[in-house]
């Protein structure tokens, strides 16, 4: 097998013990950081659409994320300074009335994997502190919103109605268990995902990567 | 007119109810038996006697346990034992006077001294560590989950010892979610190898002790887990959501389990709710269902609305229905 697979399987089956390890030794052999990296993305990818199809379950990701970010970790020293790998930055939170973030958090691990810069503002946050965030850091291309509560689905239209008024052009995609589609079409939003799995791929797609 | 708990018999074991079982009707909660603390409501935080610290921010519908890493009870899930407490707050007699008191003016003949238990064995591992961390150590640790979750296993045995002879009740209402609203937060097989052993040694040790029904709750998907919920000897899955296809749980299941909730809890208790949208749940699920081995309730769980007057609106939808459908 070679080192950059034996990386791949790795990543999927949520080996972080002895991913970085083999990070070295794909290094060693003469591998490129980037092809690694790409290699650990396309992982993520298989495990996000397993994940989606129901085959896996969130602890099988959250391992794979967990060796992802052990893999990343090796790299970082050989690629520092590159960021032409990065998609851009993405910040997401809980909004405003609601503290359910696992969700979140595998969002945020799926579109960390992906290639974007995260910035992660936790749960209960309010709608500016969105447009706030999106000022206080470098290169946003888009803003994530999760809400679990129905209770909850008015802070996210108005945390997507307020990024909006503030920024016309900032995309935004939203989520979360009570949402559809149709709710993400009627208060605004770019775009919407069921679930982690298919996030990335959206994300992208509204970023145009 | 059958009793409530003769209609609930007919209804689990495919005889004749006379109407649906409304809600929990068949179940008197014994609020009063001595458990761990909680918070009061918002704007208040509470150490538990487990060590967790939870909080309850104002403006916000429920109480969270604080997991950043100065709060999390266990630092290190290979070290738990180093961090866990077990608490004795049952053992003193004194803590049941209340309890008894209200067992005494239970009629036996329509409802169940029921006890209600919070957090369930999957709970605890999360609320003790995080979610993240408790599932994780399902593959990163499993020898230490198992040991974290026998330590749990035998606590909840030796307060069910106590609750027995204290107050000796006729129905368990477990608390344990084990799904979001499509899936289950693990696979069929972890979770019959980490959660289906325990839970059937507590079920079995309440059956041979006077305990007649068994409810469990998880307001979720879970289909996949029913096969697992029978042999564990639950006799009602409440908190039942309609992403489960409950008319074909109850065609595969019905007999060995009856299927509880059907009305989910987010789509009608909310504050702009009203008759009509509850009316139309409630006609759509019992109409769907059918009389057997089915019981329509808030998925939510327990005899409680987050918005006042829900509750009481499904149970007037439910008595119409029934003078409709029996
Ligand atoms: C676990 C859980 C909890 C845990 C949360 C732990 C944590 N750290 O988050 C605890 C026990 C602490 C908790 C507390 C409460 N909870 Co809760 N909880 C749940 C439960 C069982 C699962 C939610 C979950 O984690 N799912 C797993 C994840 C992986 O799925 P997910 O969140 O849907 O996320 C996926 C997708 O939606 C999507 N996604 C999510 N966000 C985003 C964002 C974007 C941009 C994209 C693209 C995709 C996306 O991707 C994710 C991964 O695939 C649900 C039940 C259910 N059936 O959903 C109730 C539920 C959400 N809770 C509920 C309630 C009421 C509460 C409490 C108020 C309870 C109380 N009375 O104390 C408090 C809430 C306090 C508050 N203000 O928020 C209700 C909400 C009802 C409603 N009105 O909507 C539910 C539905 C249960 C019920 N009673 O019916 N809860």
């Not at chain 2, 038996?33 to 921010?57: H, N």
């Not at chain 2, 003193?92 to 369930?120: C, L, R, S």
């Not at chain 2, 079920?203 to 029904?213: I, T």
């Not at chain 2, 005899?303 to 009481?312: I, K, R």
Request: proline share 5%.
């Amino acid at each position: 097998m070679s080192k950059i697979q034996e990386v791949k399987e790795l990543v999927e089956g949520g080996k972080s013990k002895k991913v970085a390890a083999a990070v070295q030794k794909a290094l060693e052999a003469g591998d490129k950081a980037q092809d690694i990296l790409d290699a650990m993305v396309a992982s993520m990818g298989v495990v996000g659409e397993k994940f989606s199809a129901g085959e896996i379950f969130v602890p099988e990701m959250l391992i794979a994320a967990k060796a992802m970010s052990k893999g990343v970790e090796e790299l970082k020293p050989v690629m520092a300074g590159d960021s032409s790998s990065s998609l851009g930055t993405c910040i997401m939170g809980t909004v405003a009335g609601d503290l359910h973030d696992i969700g979140k958090n595998l969002v945020v691990m799926m579109l960390e994997s992906a290639g974007f810069d995260m910035v992660d503002l936790g749960v209960d946050v309010p709608a500016e502190r969105f447009v706030e965030a999106i000022k206080e850091n470098d290169n946003v291309v888009l803003v994530a919103c999760s809400g679990l509560l129905t209770t909850t689905m008015p802070a996210l239209k108005e945390a997507v109605q307020t990024i909006k008024a503030a920024m016309p052009e900032m995309k935004v995609i939203v989520g979360g268990a009570p949402v559809t589609q149709e709710y993400a079409d009627e208060i605004g939003a770019d775009g919407y995902a069921p679930d982690a799995g298919s996030s990335a791929a959206k994300a992208k797609e509204l970023i145009g990567a | 007119m059958l009793t409530a708990k003769q209609n609930l018999q007919e209804t689990i074991k495919g005889g004749k109810p006379d109407r649906f079982v409304n809600q929990n009707e068949f179940l008197e909660f014994v609020f009063e038996a001595p458990m761990t603390s909680f918070c009061t409501g918002p704007g208040t935080e509470i150490e538990d006697e487990w060590g967790i610290l939870w909080r309850w921010p104002e403006g916000q519908l429920g109480p969270f346990p604080v997991h950043d890493e100065e709060h999390k009870v266990i630092k290190d899930i290979t070290e738990w034992k180093q961090y866990v407490k077990t608490p004795d707050h049952y053992k003193n007699p004194e803590a049941w006077i209340e309890a008894k008191e209200h067992v005494k003016q239970i009629d036996q003949n329509e409802k169940y001294i029921t006890i209600m238990f919070f957090p369930g064995i999957f709970e605890m591992t999360h609320s003790l560590m995080g979610m993240e961390d408790a599932l994780m150590a399902l593959y990163e640790e499993p020898e230490a989950m198992h040991e974290l979750i026998d330590w749990y296993t035998d606590y909840l045995l030796d307060y069910a010892k106590v609750l027995i002879e204290q107050i000796g009740p006729t129905a368990i209402y477990q608390h344990d979610d084990w799904g979001s609203q499509i899936s289950t937060f693990m696979s069929p097989e972890t979770f019959k190898e980490f959660f289906l052993p325990s839970y059937k040694k507590i079920f079995s040790f309440y059956k041979e002790n006077g305990v007649e029904l068994i409810l469990h709750h998880s307001d979720s998907y879970a289909a996949t887990l029913v096969p697992s919920m029978i042999e564990m000897g639950i006799d009602i899955w409440q908190g039942v959501m309609t992403t489960n296809n409950i008319p074909a749980l109850i065609k595969e299941y019905g007999g060995k389990i009856s299927f509880m909730g059907g009305i989910h809890s987010g789509e009608v208790d909310f504050p702009e709710w009203n008759e009509a949208i509850i009316k139309e749940h409630v006609d759509r699920i019992c109409k769907k269902c059918g009389q057997l081995y089915f019981i329509p309730n808030l998925t939510q769980g327990a005899d409680v609305s987050s918005f006042p007057g829900v509750y009481e609106a499904v149970t007037a939808e439910i008595d119409r229905i029934s003078k409709e459908m029996f």
